[in-house]
């Protein structure tokens, strides 16, 4: 189903505008019958609205798949992370915003494995870029006081941050910069990808392995959100590669079958019980897992 | 002639303005309030879902939901719950949930047994609201 916009308040009031812009009495008649279009808004009113023909792509948060790879047995391996001392050289808003997501990442990846100092290293590097990119306020002295204070507590370390890259998200959204918004999104995913993909390649782990195959709806929402910015400086290049990693994840074939949900409505609690089975070579493994590092290596020089 | 159009302009600029500042501020405390239906327990996925609804527009919020994890979806709009009516479909438009069926209840968690992608479409309850933001908050636990 298509998201469609009736427009008719916002047409109106644009006409007048334009109408009183050029006009001195002009007689024309207001069109008062109702459009229903699909556009995409951008307009400061309009910055929390839909777009992409009014849907909007959501991104997985990056520390699932940290849970699924501690989860599954694989040790902790800090070469995989990016080097936070690198956040310095990171001159371009682009390159802030998706290393913000990459470091986001990383600070998730350690804080689940109790690497208390790599985590305040990687959080420092966060706050920078937060800081750099005008998002200080979600990455604020108060943040990392009460990380300080809850390390130790997993839990609540992670909400911490991911509130804070809630919070980030809103502000960039607020501002117009939901362009900045999408990078934070991708270098997540592109990092938390690469962590699933070395961590596959380590331990030929079924679920890892399967979890890589998962990306293939995620990498074309993905697309999906930064599209629309495409002629913006370094984005070509980053959307051009993403699809060139979905070509290769066409190949991932994911089968799934409806079985109806099983309701509690006293816990208010909807169990899906519907089946997906990945089938995944480990050709098109290697082939994602490469293409994965290169994207990656790309976006942290 | 000209000062006259000139002055109109500065009103509809002046009325656009409003009309910004009533669009962001009413979301922010719809927000504010959706996110007392996100308990401790689950962790934020980080990103913010909004629109602004008029009369039967539907939002759509396309997203994929890991096997392992329970998450917790809150819809809402204005400043009391129950405002917003929010369905779960899959790929194949399947109904998975639809809190219409549940006096529209403001939140609603999901066990995911299998990776699930899937689309959620929020709209105002007529009855209640012919404008408004609607807000999605997503949290999940292990």
Not at chain 1, 213 to 229: A, H, R, S
Request: glycine share 6%; aromatic share 10%.
């Amino acid at each position: 189903m298509t998201t469609r916009f009736n427009l008719k308040n916002q047409a109106l009031l644009l006409s007048l505008t334009a109408f009183f812009a050029v006009s001195c009495g002009d007689d024309q008649p207001k069109d008062d019958s109702t459009e229903t279009v699909e556009v995409e808004e951008k307009n400061a009113n309009n910055t929390q609205l839909l777009e992409l023909d009014g849907k909007v792509f959501s991104i997985p948060s990056p520390i699932q798949t940290a849970y699924l790879i501690k989860g599954a047995g694989v040790t902790y391996n800090k070469d995989i992370l990016n080097v936070p001392s690198k956040v310095t050289g990171y001159s371009t808003n682009f390159k802030k915003a998706v290393n913000l997501g990459i470091y986001g990442a990383d600070l998730g990846y350690v804080t689940l494995y109790d690497q208390t100092q790599d985590a305040i290293s990687f959080l420092t590097a966060v706050k920078t870029l937060g800081d750099d990119l005008g998002v200080s306020s979600a990455f604020d002295m108060e943040l990392v006081e009460r990380f300080e204070k809850n390390i130790g507590n997993q839990d609540s370390v992670l909400s911490l941050v991911s509130e804070a890259y809630k919070s980030s998200d809103k502000y960039l959204k607020n501002n117009d910069q939901n362009h900045i918004g999408a990078l934070v999104l991708a270098g997540g995913w592109v990092e938390s990808l690469y962590f699933t993909t070395n961590s596959a390649e380590m331990t030929s782990n079924k679920e890892i392995i399967n979890r890589v195959g998962e990306q293939k709806n995620t990498v074309y929402n993905l697309i999906k959100l930064l599209t629309p910015y495409y002629d913006q400086p370094e984005f070509s290049t980053l959307v051009d590669d993403l699809m060139e990693l979905n070509d290769i994840f066409e190949k991932v074939e994911i089968t799934y079958t409806f079985v109806e949900p099983t309701v509690d409505v006293a816990k208010k609690t909807t169990t899906i019980n519907s089946t997906t089975t990945v089938n995944i070579s480990p050709e098109v493994l290697k082939q994602i897992t490469e293409k994965i590092g290169k994207i990656r290596a790309e976006l942290i020089s | 002639m000209k000062k006259a159009g000139f002055k109109l302009l500065v009103v509809a600029i002046t009325i656009f303005s409003f009309n910004s500042v009533f669009a962001q501020s009413p979301c922010d405390t719809v927000a504010t309030l959706c996110e007392n239906n996100i308990t401790k327990q689950y962790i934020s996925d980080g990103q913010n879902y909004r629109a602004l609804l008029l009369d039967d527009e539907i939002a759509e919020f396309n997203m994929v939901l890991y096997g392992g994890s329970t998450y917790r979806f809150a819809a809402c709009s204005g400043f009391s719950n129950g405002n917003l009516i929010f369905s779960v479909y899959d790929r194949e438009r399947n109904l998975i949930f639809t809190n219409k069926e549940h006096s529209n209840a403001p939140y609603w968690d999901f066990k995911i047994t299998n990776t699930l992608d899937c689309i959620i479409e929020a709209q105002l309850d007529p009855n209640v609201s012919a404008s408004g933001c609607a807000v999605l908050l997503v949290g999940f636990k292990q």
